[in-house]
């Protein structure tokens, strides 16, 4: 996902671009997200035109949908990582 600044969403960014590349195997249990079988790259352009810059860390947000933007909300680092 790409971000950056709408002035619909005040201070919170907005998605600019959502990479439809598969993440691997996603199962989500109530506030529980498992991630498996992550690639190791991708060819997908959302993701490689980004200068490769790389993810800071795993984040929790909201999305909320503000006059024909989706802004991020509530962005923090997430707690409870479990890498096995």
């Known amino acids: 996902m790409t ?3 709408d ?3 005040g201070d919170d960014p907005a998605v600019f671009q959502i990479s439809f590349d598969s993440p691997g195997k996603v199962t989500v249990g109530g506030s529980v997200v498992s991630l498996k ?3 190791k790259s991708s060819s997908d352009p959302v993701l490689t035109q980004n200068n490769h810059v790389p993810a800071d860390g795993v984040k929790s947000f909201q999305l909320e949908p503000k006059n024909g ?3 991020v909300t509530h962005i923090q680092t997430a707690d409870k990582i479990v890498i096995k």
């Open 3 to 5: 971000l950056r600044a």
């Open 7 to 9: 002035k619909r969403c």
């Open 37 to 39: 079988d992550l690639p």
């Open 69 to 71: 933007a989706v802004c």
